[in-house]
């Protein structure tokens, strides 16, 4: 439950207030806003001897959302007879409300549950004694959701990261590192369509007192060039709160180029929305959340200029390096200014190009740079600037893959002592991990598709893996 409460929370600080476009807004298609239509999930069964043992019963949700379901594949005894129970189980508590609704003739009805509420009687009398006492006396909550979320892999990326972040540089940096492709998908489609606020109806019943509901939005954008889907938005509330009324809620999304100004300003192409029975810490069983006419609103884009996409480092060394980008639309050319890390925009160095890359020279050797780049359509029309850091290093060879090099998957990051790197394609033939001074720390030659890494200390580590085709460099946090 923690990892689910987190989640909310660190996506929850991207959501400052938008300074929304000055356009009317229209509906956004969203399927099943108003819980209409539902559809039967078919029950699950085992043979004991000769009797027939539910599982879990069939079910009803609403068409159009999805839900996490928990992959069983385990065998117990039963009066010497081995039950082998092999099936996902749903893990939600909803019903189609048909009398108490706002509008139309269905609204939809979320509870928080324990798994003795979802599984047969019989078989969880049965397997209560082998499951992990914590299960039986946790209180989840329901989770629905308009995309397919894999949890086992994102949830534990972001993983009690909120706690450990001193401002939002640091955690849309660790949020950029994050390939959700293989994480993430479907969701909404946008279209080009620009969402601003999800509104609705809602009511809520704690199941004991203090309990509250939530409604969390994720705007993702996919980049062909390098395969990856990226967090480019969200809007969250956990303010559904008791009321016994049907009572109107306002959720707003905000872009990150809103949240910081370094950041390109980026479109999501589609968006999932999550909604929670419970979204805090501690879930009460039986708290029920109704929603009923949720619907999307956006607007066409605004005529703005092209978005700097993907910075990446191409290579460097100790003099030089050449930083390529990946863009939108199509700029008349880019603006670029680079210094010293931490220098004030407007005292570096600019240089303007027409290309998709840069070339930089006459840099110092083992040090800190920032750079930023902006699309430039004319001369009264400019791009968010997009910002990265890099250093100039004996250490760092060139042929360097780029930073978002999806390969890689390092978790968690920040780690406190320990982390995994798991190798997605390729395995290297080497992997070091260097403090940002440049002395080795560790030195291992993979055997397998991961590898644990130890961190001496709390601070920014380089991990420096030699592939066939170059060399990948990765930033880890110690804390």
Partial sequence: MK??????????????????AQV???????????????????????TALIFPLTVYSSYTYPTGWNYPAYPVNETFSYSGVNLNINTDIPLLKVSDETSSVYEGSHALKMQSFLLSDILGSVIYGLIQSSLDPTLTSTAFPTILSTGNVNLEQFLPL?????????????????????????????????DSMVPTRLTGHYKYTSADSGDNGGILMIGTKYNPTTHQRRVVGAGFTIALTDTSEYTPFEVTYASLSDILPSSANVDADSLIIFLFSSANTSPQQGSALYLDNLQLWGHEPIDTCSAVLDLHLINVDTTHATIGWGFEGEPDHFEAEYGPQGFAQGNGTVVGTTESFLHLSNLQPDTWYDLYVRCVCDEDLHGEWAMMTFHTDTLIHTGIRTAADDNLLIYPNPAQGQCTVQFERETPSVVRLFTIEGTLVQEIIPTRESIELTLPANGVYLLVCDMKEGTVVRKVVGR
Avoid: H, K
């Fill in 24 to 46: 009317p807004d229209t509906t956004i298609a969203t399927p099943n806003g108003n819980f209409e239509q539902w559809s039967n999930g078919n029950g699950y069964s085992v």
């Fill in 3 to 20: 990892q689910i409460s987190t989640l909310l929370l660190l996506l929850c600080l991207l959501a400052a207030p938008r300074l929304n």
């Fill in 158 to 190: 972001v993983f009690d990261l909120a706690d450990d972040f001193d401002d939002m540089t640091q955690l849309v940096s660790v949020l950029d590192t994050l390939n959700l492709s293989n994480i993430i998908d479907g969701g909404i489609p946008l």
